[in-house]
């Protein structure tokens, strides 16, 4: 089930096959925007933990880049931070992820950018959190999401952020998740009904706009 496969002409493929203008110049306008970071914790990236995505090593540094220039940019970049226990997530994968469990700590490549951090116990991040009080209190229109899993906490993030009342931008180079099917159901899924999906890059453009 698990593959690696992240690579350029993956991105190429689905931005061409996703990416729907018409929906982009719509979102363009509205431009309060926040960056969601998605659980980009060690134990979906290192390659020591059981639950390591194989294209981790590809993914990693581009999303680096993406917040290092979105920082600079002066975006707000939200993170979130999983655990469950003895749940319907217990339930459902058969472990728990402990709080205090090392992989569980962001990665360290991203704890330069972790000035907000909230913590999740679902898929939802708006599910029991403050997040969308906080999205609120910074007059924010548009939330760009990024991270992992792209068909689990990604996507449902990005479902609930638009139930919300946000416009949604899920860039198609920007979460991560095991294998290509699973990502490009999602990008498939979300581009008709929730959220416009350009690349990074093209993410950047918007936002350093005039």
Known sequence: MKEDYFTGEFIVDMREMYFRLKKWEKVKPFRK??????????YF???????????????????????????????????????????IMTLWWGGDMPKDNPLNELL????????????KKTYNAFH??????????????????????THLCCE?????????????????????????????ATLRNLSHGFAVTPLLSEVLEWLSSE
Request: glycine fraction near 8%; charged fraction near 25%; charge should be negative.
């Open 33 to 42: 925007a926040a960056v969601l970071a998605i659980d980009l914790q060690a």
């Open 45 to 87: 990236l290192r390659a020591e933990s059981r639950a390591f995505l194989p294209s981790a090593p590809r993914f990693v540094p581009r999303l680096v880049e993406f917040y290092r220039e979105a920082e600079r940019l002066g975006v707000p970049i939200i993170f979130t931070r999983h655990f469950h226990r003895d749940d």
């Open 108 to 119: 360290e490549e991203f704890k330069p950018f972790t000035g907000t951090v909230i913590e």
């Open 128 to 149: 029991g959190t403050n997040l969308e009080g906080l999205l609120r209190g910074l007059g924010v229109e548009t939330v760009i999401v990024t991270g992992v899993m």
């Open 156 to 184: 449902t993030t990005a479902r609930e952020a638009f139930v919300r009342g946000f416009n949604v931008i899920f860039p198609v180079d920007g979460t991560l998740t095991q294998n290509r099917l699973f990502h490009e």
